[in-house]
């Protein structure tokens, strides 16, 4: 059993690993060619087909790799994750973000080794001891590359679902990412809160601030946040209390900006809040909108409210016996592998509502548990025998999902 880092090093599966993660795909302003180039590398290595879509732009591809099944007139399993990787504040890193360091515990650190790279590398590696062990599956696997998910997917996943080469994929089911969990349980996120941004402005009585003026824009303000802070609050005690409840239970509010005034002893003729909200999938939107207009009225003339960002409710994924795809997941994670398993809604958002937007069944799982949440952060990581563990656990479920 490997044990040190020069055989964690040595591992055919950890190369490949690293050095994908050495590519930095990292945003802003993403090159994802040399990615296309290792992609194209992996596919002829694994005597796959690959094929590379444009659907918005050639900065932008959308790789695919198809492994035909013995009925391919079957719907197809996809099994999806992102290129891209978010930005690094190097300074905060104790090992380079695009080294893929091994240390002695055999922690691989990287950018990118928990979201996602280690699930795109863990798919091919799951196929490869499958084709090497001459299995071969009934049902097509296209395992796909998107660019953009980092910054919404609008130019990558969200357009490529609406092509005709989407359509000929024939999907039936797709996996995508989860999140690592700190303990034994594994997450698996069947749904997604949505997007609320909105920026409010208040106008008000400008003059010396040496006076009591009428009608100002900090009142209207102040009042705004009292109604803002106070639903935060209910929430943010709502989840307390629920010990079964997780982030995407509930609807989360912040305040993120406040902009206004012109010189210290002027009393400024307008203030800004942009305020961010991730909605819960079971909240009444319609009557929270409503809400928030009747909060702007009562808060004073001229309060003018602006939806920055207002994303639709996406029906989760049904997580119930009609779905045979979700049964044959749990089987293999809970029957056969003896895991305890979560089910949840995402609190942030992935390409899966994309996909969920077309109607094709998803389920969100990244296989980390005992490893801490570090996406988006400094000095991400992921334990090499995490990640080979990993492609154990894929292995057995496409041998049942893509046999059903
Ligand atoms: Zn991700």
Same mark, same amino acid.
């Given at each position: 059993?490997?044990? =040190?880092?020069?055989?964690?090093?040595?591992?055919?599966?950890?190369?490949?690993?690293?050095?994908?993660?050495?590519?930095?795909?990292?945003?802003?302003?993403?090159?994802?060619?040399?990615?296309?180039?290792?992609?194209?590398?992996?596919?002829?290595?694994?005597?796959?087909?690959?094929?590379?879509?444009?659907?918005?732009?050639?900065?932008?591809?959308?790789? &695919?790799?198809?492994?035909?099944?013995?009925?391919?007139?079957?719907?197809?399993?996809?099994?999806?994750?992102?290129?891209?990787?978010?930005?690094?504040?190097?300074?905060?890193?104790?090992?380079?973000?695009?080294?893929?360091?091994?240390?002695?515990?055999?922690?691989?650190?990287?950018?990118?080794?928990?979201?996602m790279k280690s699930v795109g590398m863990q798919y091919l590696a799951?196929?490869?001891?499958?084709?090497?062990?001459?299995?071969?599956?009934?049902?097509?696997?296209?395992?796909?590359?998107?660019?953009d998910e980092e910054t919404g997917g609008y130019r990558g996943m969200?357009?490529?679902?609406?092509?005709?080469?989407?359509?000929?994929?024939?999907?039936?089911?797709?996996?995508?990412?989860?999140?690592?969990?700190?303990?034994?349980?594994?997450?698996?996120?069947?749904?997604?809160?949505?997007?609320?941004?909105?920026?409010?402005?208040?106008?008000?009585?400008?003059?010396?601030?040496?006076?009591?003026?009428?009608?100002?824009?900090?009142? @209207?303000?102040?009042?705004?946040?009292?109604k803002f802070l106070n639903f935060r609050k209910t929430e943010e005690?709502?989840? @307390?209390? =629920?010990?079964?409840?997780?982030?995407?239970?509930?609807?989360?509010?912040?305040?993120?900006?406040?902009?206004?005034?012109?010189?210290?002893? &002027?009393?400024?003729?307008?203030? @800004?809040?942009? &305020?961010?909200?991730?909605?819960?999938?079971?909240?009444?939107?319609?009557?929270?909108?409503?809400?928030?207009?009747?909060?702007?009225?009562?808060?004073?003339?001229?309060?003018? &409210?602006?939806?920055?960002?207002?994303?639709?409710?996406?029906?989760?994924?049904?997580?119930?016996?009609?779905?045979?795809?979700?049964?044959?997941?749990?089987?293999?994670?809970?029957?056969?592998?003896?895991?305890?398993?979560?089910?949840?809604?995402?609190?942030?958002?992935?390409?899966?509502?994309?996909?969920?937007?077309?109607?094709?069944?998803?389920?969100?799982?990244?296989?980390?548990?005992?490893?801490?949440?570090?996406?988006?952060?400094?000095?991400?990581?992921? @334990?090499?025998?995490?990640?080979?563990?990993?492609?154990?656990?894929?292995?057995?479920?496409?041998?049942?999902?893509? =046999?059903?």
């Amino acid at each position: 059993m490997a044990c =040190n880092k020069e055989d964690w090093a040595e591992n055919d599966e950890i190369k490949i690993f690293r050095e994908y993660l050495r590519i930095p795909s990292v945003h802003p302003n993403v090159n994802y060619e040399p990615c296309v180039g290792f992609l194209k590398r992996q596919a002829a290595n694994l005597n796959l087909p690959i094929a590379i879509y444009y659907p918005v732009d050639d900065q932008n591809p959308v790789v &695919v790799i198809t492994w035909k099944g013995s009925q391919p007139e079957l719907p197809a399993i996809m099994l999806n994750s992102h290129m891209d990787v978010v930005a690094v504040t190097e300074k905060y890193w104790t090992h380079p973000p695009f080294g893929a360091d091994i240390d002695d515990e055999g922690r691989i650190f990287a950018r990118g080794t928990q979201d996602m790279k280690s699930v795109g590398m863990q798919y091919l590696a799951a196929i490869r001891v499958l084709k090497q062990n001459g299995i071969h599956l009934k049902r097509t696997i296209h395992v796909i590359y998107t660019p953009d998910e980092e910054t919404g997917g609008y130019r990558g996943m969200a357009k490529f679902v609406k092509t005709h080469d989407f359509a000929a994929l024939n999907v039936g089911f797709s996996l995508d990412e989860g999140i690592a969990s700190s303990d034994e349980v594994f997450p698996i996120f069947y749904g997604e809160r949505y997007v609320w941004a909105i920026l409010i402005k208040c106008p008000g009585t400008s003059g010396h601030a040496s006076l009591f003026h009428k009608n100002t824009a900090m009142e @209207k303000i102040q009042f705004l946040m009292e109604k803002f802070l106070n639903f935060r609050k209910t929430e943010e005690q709502r989840l @307390k209390n =629920n010990p079964t409840f997780t982030a995407g239970d509930v609807t989360t509010v912040n305040i993120t900006t406040i902009n206004g005034g012109i010189q210290q002893n &002027v009393v400024p003729p307008e203030v @800004k809040m942009s &305020v961010d909200i991730r909605m819960a999938v079971d909240i009444d939107w319609k009557q929270f909108e409503q809400n928030i207009f009747e909060w702007c009225k009562q808060a004073g003339e001229g309060v003018e &409210v602006e939806f920055i960002q207002k994303l639709q409710r996406i029906e989760p994924t049904k997580l119930d016996a009609n779905n045979m795809y979700w049964m044959t997941f749990k089987k293999v994670l809970v029957d056969d592998l003896k895991f305890k398993i979560k089910p949840q809604i995402f609190p942030g958002a992935t390409d899966s509502r994309h996909l969920r937007e077309v109607d094709i069944p998803v389920i969100g799982f990244s296989p980390m548990n005992h490893t801490p949440v570090l996406l988006h952060e400094h000095d991400e990581f992921i @334990k090499a025998s995490t990640y080979l563990d990993g492609i154990e656990i894929y292995k057995k479920l496409l041998i049942e999902i893509a =046999n059903l």
